[in-house]
């Protein structure tokens, strides 16, 4: 069985600039979600996708949108990155909608912008 | 909105001593999730309480939820060094939506001393 992925590991961006980052989901999980984990807090939902479908969104701005693909991997896309949006980016996947079954973490995506 | 609380967010313990970490949230839910992340690293799942009264247990670790009272407890017994780390509790409003992700606590970060 094959956890979940992310890549890049680390990503370094300037002010301004777009990013994206790519989550592949566990086998046989059709759920993704992304969170947002500034240093020293706990992580925050930014979005879901089920079924390649938007289905929960959090608090943040429409320059984070995202996809997900028929195998179930998902992108997530930030457009003009500002300083704050400097930090860890986990994806999670679950097998049907999250709140139905647990959410495994992927290892994460370290974003710094400059 | 729902809020999750946790404390201490800071604890330096000895090892073999006990200790609790506790986690308050404001609305309705059943479902809690207890999880571990090591300094850089993702988030590993500990224990998931999806009922009012749920105890687990694992080694060192023991966690239950009163969902009357709000409050989830992780307890620890003879803590050792191995544990150290910071603990998130998150809880999701249980709608089976999926729509609001998790929310998390800020998480304590435990420093246990040999």
């Known amino acids: 069985e094959t956890g979940v992925t992310q890549s890049p590991t680390h990503l370094i961006k300037t002010r301004g600039q777009q990013v994206t980052l790519r989550c592949s989901s566990q086998?046989?999980?059709?759920?993704v979600s992304w969170y947002q984990q500034a240093l020293g807090q706990g992580p925050q939902f930014i979005f879901q996708?089920?079924?390649?479908?938007?289905?929960g969104r959090g608090n943040f701005p429409p320059r984070f949108s995202g996809l997900q693909f028929p195998n179930y991997s998902s992108e997530l896309n930030v457009n003009a990155l500002e300083l704050d949006d400097s930090a860890l980016y986990l994806c999670?996947?679950?097998?049907?909608?999250?709140?139905?079954?647990?959410?495994?973490f992927g290892p994460g995506t370290r974003l710094t912008v400059t | 909105e729902l809020k999750v609380e946790q404390n201490p967010l800071f604890l330096s313990m000895q090892e073999g001593k006990n200790y609790t970490i506790y986690c308050n949230y404001s609305?309705?839910?059943?479902?809690l999730y207890w999880y571990r992340q090591d300094p850089g690293k993702s988030l590993e799942s500990l224990f998931v309480?999806?009922?009012?009264?749920a105890v687990k247990q694992e080694g060192r670790l023991m966690a239950s939820l009163d969902t009357k009272a709000r409050l989830s407890t992780l307890h620890i017994t003879a803590a050792v060094h191995d544990l150290s780390a910071t603990y998130f509790c998150?809880?999701?409003?249980?709608?089976?939506?999926?729509?609001?992700?998790?929310?998390f606590g800020k998480g304590t970060h435990l420093i246990i001393q040999p």
């Open positions: 999670a996947s679950s097998l049907g909608l999250a709140g139905l079954g647990e959410q495994y």
């Open positions: 086998s046989g999980h059709n759920t």
């Open positions: 996708y089920y079924r390649e479908e938007e289905n």
């Open positions: 609305t309705t839910s059943d479902r």
């Open positions: 309480l999806l009922s009012n009264g």
């Open positions: 998150a809880v999701d409003r249980g709608s089976g939506g999926g729509a609001d992700g998790l929310t």
